[in-house]
């Protein structure tokens, strides 16, 4: 069985990935990427619309575009990718990582790992929502790779439960692709994406948008062929009498992802309610040989954000990999109003990006940091909404003395 | 000598496979694309111990006897079962005094090892059950399986025995003649026959009806499921919990699957004979399944479902088995009305019917069966490394992981697709391929893929299971 041995090896080439990757090669470390399908890029592949890049690459790119940049940079610096390896193991006592492909079973030595896995869509099953068995229910990131990279088509007629990013651009492509699509429905009082999305995907096509509205039962025997809707109260269940049927032969999803995160289950900590990776602002999960970066920590909003800490866990595992001491870990607490927050400790001597989402919508409120009383960073006035994630940075001046950070938006 | 014998849930392929002991013709006629999606697909996948049953019932004759058999049988037709024992949990005196005529009816139905056990004993096996458990009945020759394994593994057996397998073909009539069984139509043919049985479940009824009048009529029972993830969720009990039972049945329970799933359920909802199709999940079923699975063991996290739906159990109103030959009309043989516990029963009655058979006819043994078939390895579970780098070397195949969580490998699928899967569930009941937590996201495309190829089939005809579940209907451009 052939063995590898490299200084960082980056499970996962994605974007968070194969920024890591180089990020790591460029604090000069030996880099090993590892993926499980034939190509680089991830999710990205399938993702052919365009809107990303604009703060990685400054310049505004297709998910492929975004992908193959980062792609030939990983082959101009020589890096080793290894693809279609499926993840057995990662034993942190042996350093080493099992992975397995049509060539064998391989080994790879490596001083620290970078897990940048993502994430993967919230299956049918798990709303409960009442259903028969019938086909027709397809995640919005499925539709997505049947439409745009197989060329193969799903319905004539589809609703769409959830507003988050990829529903919104599944009903453009849908309607583009000739399927009527006939409302986006939103459980919560407000889109789940991002506002342009809004106005670029539904607006534009005149799709409607119900918000405060769930699928209540899907109907249908061998193919689905009713979509029940019904408005839905404060604590989101559904009101009596309110109920619409859709007649589709399609229900698409995009209630959410999942950090893929199956893989490191028992050997760190996992946020418990999201299943993410817990990490420091190094990137470093609670096994000091594992860090992670991208949606498997927290799920973003943008892959410009994904490359940016792909890219801070990549250079920090080459520095580990090289020895670098650890510095202290300082907590940092979600305070109020805050649903997610990213990462959740600081190490010291370094500057801190934090990324975090609201829990409830709030106009005219301020972003606060504090360390204890003090406060360390604020922005006043502002409106957030749990869609738009909040991205700050703070320099290491600022933070040399903290004992405990607190994040909240008052 | 022509047996036909009509339905492939896991009743008519153990029969199926029983026959073929002898020197006679065996047909299996089966309405889908597949053995074993129908009733056997969707319940609760328990080997009963024999406690439930009123001694004077015909389940109680099959009941322990089945139980005993699946030891033998599972080593025969290489299926997982595993003996985990059940649980069933008292919360006041009335209820101990049910558990207590449970222990009694086991005793007088020969049900081994029982016990009373006391609530110390109780939390000791299972951890997170209620703590105000009063007493609990322990059974440990409770086990579980995978229902439709049995179905699929008993007819590649009895294929390899010399069963005529025949999909696809719905019955719409038996001739008679002499009021004697002669012919059995079909929607695609006929098939002469000597003896007729039928084991049709839900719709062995309807098939009764063809041939005679001394039938028991059969509505469906729905029982609702919630699937807990087995990355997640998988230590929340060992053994399998229910309440003390109530007069709609054995009530809920919280049962681990053999894949590590914890499945919560089911409901008992007695539905007209018009619905025998309705396997819907209900509001009110998945609200009353996490109310009453809370009270058996608190801190479930429904958080962690990946999966609701229902199975439907064939009821009569004598809420028994009817295990007989017609009266009026020699050869048409009923396994009929095969509610719980017929999957634990299914061997014994296979064996019950076969031998019935064997000697109202003296038929000869079939001195060429072989009882023996192996199952599908699952190489990255069950593999060590040095043997499954070897097999990779042989085949690259086996290293190409399709599905990401189960790990199931691309020779596992086209291995499942050489002993007869044609549709996607077809490839995922005999590899848990797409059983996972992403429930298919990442892999069904690539199974449609190896289907397409190893099938040469379009990739618009591939369905799941009936005919117009198809998830892709064309082009986007051509």
Redesign the interface.
């Known amino acids: ?1 052939k063995s590898y041995n490299t200084d960082v090896a980056v499970i996962g080439a994605g974007a968070a990935g194969l920024s890591a990757a180089l990020a790591a090669s460029r604090e000069g470390a030996r880099v090993l990427l590892i993926e ?1 399908n034939e190509d680089s890029g991830g999710i990205l592949n399938q993702c052919i619309h365009n809107g990303f890049g604009l703060h990685y690459f400054k310049t505004e790119l297709t998910g492929p575009e975004y992908a193959f940049r980062l792609a030939q940079m990983i082959e101009e610096k020589s890096i080793e990718v290894l693809t ?1 390896r ?1 993840l ?1 193991d990662i034993d942190s006592q042996k350093k080493q990582i ?1 992975v ?6 391989e080994f790879i030595n490596t001083k620290s790992v970078v897990y940048t896995c993502g994430a ?2 919230r ?4 709303l ?1 929502v ?7 229910v ?2 919005a ?2 539709a997505q ?3 745009n990279l ?7 007629s589809a609703i769409i439960l959830g507003s988050g990013d990829i529903g919104l651009i599944m009903a453009r492509r849908l309607t583009l ?1 000739g399927v009527k699509v006939q409302a986006v429905i939103e459980r919560m009082p407000y889109p789940g994406g991002l506002v342009r999305n809004i106005n670029q995907c539904l607006k534009d096509f005149d799709i409607p948008l119900y918000l405060s509205h769930t699928v ?2 899907v ?1 249908g ?3 689905i062929n009713e979509v029940v809707v019904c408005q839905v109260d404060e604590k989101y269940c ?1 009101v009596p009498q309110t109920e619409k049927i859709f007649s589709v032969d399609t229900l698409i999803l995009s209630v959410g992802l999942i950090p893929e995160t ?1 893989k490191l ?1 028992g050997k760190v900590n996992l946020d418990p ?1 999201t ?1 993410g990776v817990i990490i420091d602002s190094n990137g470093q999960s609670s096994d000091p040989f594992i860090f992670a970066a991208g949606n498997c920590v927290i799920v973003y909003d943008l892959v410009d954000y994904v490359s940016a800490e792909g890219e801070n866990a990549g250079r920090n595992a080459a520095l580990y990999a090289a020895g670098k001491e650890q510095d202290e870990k300082i907590t940092i607490e979600k305070g109020n109003n805050i649903g997610i927050i990213n990462p959740s400790f600081y190490v010291r001597n370094t500057a801190l990006d934090i990324y975090a989402r609201v829990r409830k919508p709030v106009e005219k409120a301020s972003f606060v940091v504090r360390d204890s009383d003090e406060v360390i960073f604020s922005v006043k006035n502002k409106s957030y909404v749990p869609s738009e994630m909040i991205h700050i940075k703070i320099d290491k001046e600022k933070l040399s003395r903290v004992k405990k950070l607190t994040v909240e938006v008052i | 000598m022509n047996i036909i014998i009509i339905g492939a849930g896991v009743v008519g392929s153990l029969i199926a496979r029983e026959l073929c002991r002898y020197n006679v013709s065996v047909t299996l006629i089966e309405k889908n694309i597949d053995v074993g999606q129908e009733v056997t697909k969707a319940n609760s996948a328990i080997i009963h111990a024999g406690y439930d049953d009123e001694p004077s019932s015909v389940r109680a004759k099959f009941c322990v006897k089945g139980n005993a058999m699946y030891t033998n049988l599972s080593q025969e037709l290489d299926f997982e079962v595993k003996r985990i024992g059940s649980l069933v949990a008292a919360f006041n005196e009335e209820e101990v005094n049910t558990i207590t005529e449970l222990y009694n009816r086991g005793i007088n139905n020969n049900v081994p090892n029982l016990k009373l056990i006391s609530p110390e004993q109780a939390l000791e096996i299972e951890p997170n059950l209620n703590p105000s458990v009063k007493a609990a009945l322990y059974a440990p020759t409770a086990g579980i399986t995978e229902p439709w394994t049995v179905a699929i593994a008993a007819v590649e057996n009895a294929v390899a025995n010399g069963l005529n397998l025949v999909l696809e073909e719905k019955v719409t009539g038996i001739e008679t003649q002499d009021k004697k069984v002669k012919k059995v139509i079909t929607d695609k043919g006929s098939y002469t026959a000597d003896i007729v049985i039928n084991a049709a479940g839900l719709y062995a009824d309807d098939i009764a009806a063809m041939v005679c009048s001394d039938y028991r009529p059969l509505h469906p029972r729905r029982g609702e499921y919630i699937l807990l993830s087995k990355v997640t969720s998988s230590d929340l009990v060992k053994t399998i919990v229910f309440p003390a039972p109530g007069k709609m049945g054995k009530g809920v329970l919280v049962l681990p699957t053999i894949d590590g799933g914890i499945l919560l359920g089911p409901t008992s909802q007695d539905l007209d004979q018009r619905y025998k199709e309705d396997k819907s999940t209900t509001q009110d079923g998945i609200d009353f399944i996490i109310e009453k699975t809370r009270q058996l063991i608190p801190n479930i996290d429904i958080r962690n479902a990946i999966k609701t739906f229902a199975g439907l159990r064939p009821e009569s109103p004598q809420k028994d088995f009817w295990i007989e030959e017609s009266q009026e009309i020699d050869g048409f043989i009923n396994a009929s009305a095969m509610r719980s516990p017929g999957l634990t029963a299914a061997p014994a009655v296979a064996m019950y019917i076969s031998q019935q058979i064997s000697q109202k006819y003296s038929l000869k043994p079939n001195l060429l069966f072989n009882p023996q078939r192996k199952r599908i390895v699952n190489y990255i579970n069950e593999l060590g490394d040095e043997e499954y780098d070897a097999l990779i070397k042989q085949d690259p195949l086996a290293g190409k992981i399709i599905c990401s969580c189960n790990k199931v490998s691309e020779r596992e699928i086209i291995q499942a697709i050489k002993r007869g899967a044609r549709s996607i569930d077809g490839v995922k009941f005999r590899t848990r391929a797409m059983f996972g937590d992403c429930q298919g996201s990442f892999c069904t495309f690539k199974i449609m893929q190896i289907l397409s190829r190893e099938l040469g089939i379009d990739y618009k005809d591939i369905r799941y299971n009936k005919p117009d579940s198809r998830p892709i209907v064309g082009n986007t451009r051509d």
């Open positions: 069985m499980r279609q499926y057995l099992k397995v492909s049509e060539k064998g079973i993967r869509e299956p049918f099953g798990s409960l009442p259903s028969s068995r019938a086909c027709g397809y995640t990131g499925v790779r049947f439409i197989e060329n193969k088509m799903i319905g004539k692709e209540t039962q109907r025997d061998a193919r559904a199956s289950y309610s299943k």
